[in-house]
Structure formats: C-alpha cells, structure tokens
C-alpha cells in the first residue's frame, strides 16, 4: 500500500484543518494508521493512531481533546481533524499504516509504510 497525505496549509491560531491520507494499492482496511509530526531538528511525535475498524483511537496529551483521528475504509482514506490550532502544533504531518493494525501503537518504529509530509503552520 501507498500513502499520500494532504490538507496542510497555513491556519490562524485557533483555527481548524482536515488532513487527509489516501490509500491505495491496497484496502486500507488491512492496516492501522497513526499520525505523526516533526519540527526541524526534532524527532518524529506520535500524535494519534487508530486500529483497521477505526473502533479504537489513541492520542498524544499535547492534542487529546483537539484532535480527532477518523477514516473511511470504503474510500481508503484516514483523517486528522484538528481543531484549537496552536502555534505550537506547526510542524510537518505524517501519516503512517502498519499491517494488521488489531492494536494500537504508538511508536513510530511499529509503522512500517510511510506517506509523504504535509505542512501544516498555525500562525497570526
């Protein structure tokens, strides 16, 4: 499967985007996803991550309650909705899928398929 990210841009502090990750290649069924960020000089941050059916979600501290991790199996697409946008939040977004996906992880090592960044800044 290959992933391709999209949705980022340039928001005000407070503000709402809706990232995408499309799937193909592959059922995105088959997969759990996970997001992840990183700034210049730092390493990759989990953000948020679900299981294959989307029933399970889990969440970084710095975005629970703000965040919002979904997908669309019959689309083979996943979601971040994120809303409350700090300026802290400006980074580059991964999206990232790991086989199986029964479980969740958070670490970036158990992903195993990667999309492409897209960068999101929240600044005034």
């Known amino acids: 499967v290959q992933l391709q990210a999209s949705g980022g841009g340039l928001v005000p502090p407070g503000g709402s985007l809706m990232l995408s990750c499309v799937a193909s290649?592959?059922?995105?069924?088959?997969?759990?996803m996970a997001w992840f960020r990183q700034t210049l000089g730092k390493n990759l941050e989990f953000i948020a991550a679900?299981?294959?059916?989307?029933?399970?979600?889990e969440y970084s501290d710095s975005v629970k309650g703000r965040f919002t991790i979904s997908r669309d199996n019959e689309k083979n697409t996943g979601y971040l909705q994120m809303s409350s946008l700090k300026t802290e939040d400006t980074a580059v977004y991964f999206c990232?899928?790991?086989?199986?996906?029964?479980?969740?992880?958070?670490?970036?090592?158990?992903?195993?398929?990667w999309g492409q960044g897209t960068q999101v800044t929240v600044s005034s």
């Open positions: 290649g592959h059922t995105l069924s088959a997969y759990g």
């Open positions: 679900d299981t294959w059916s989307g029933g399970a979600s």
């Open positions: 990232a899928a790991r086989p199986g996906g029964y479980y969740l992880h958070n670490e970036a090592r158990h992903y195993n398929i």
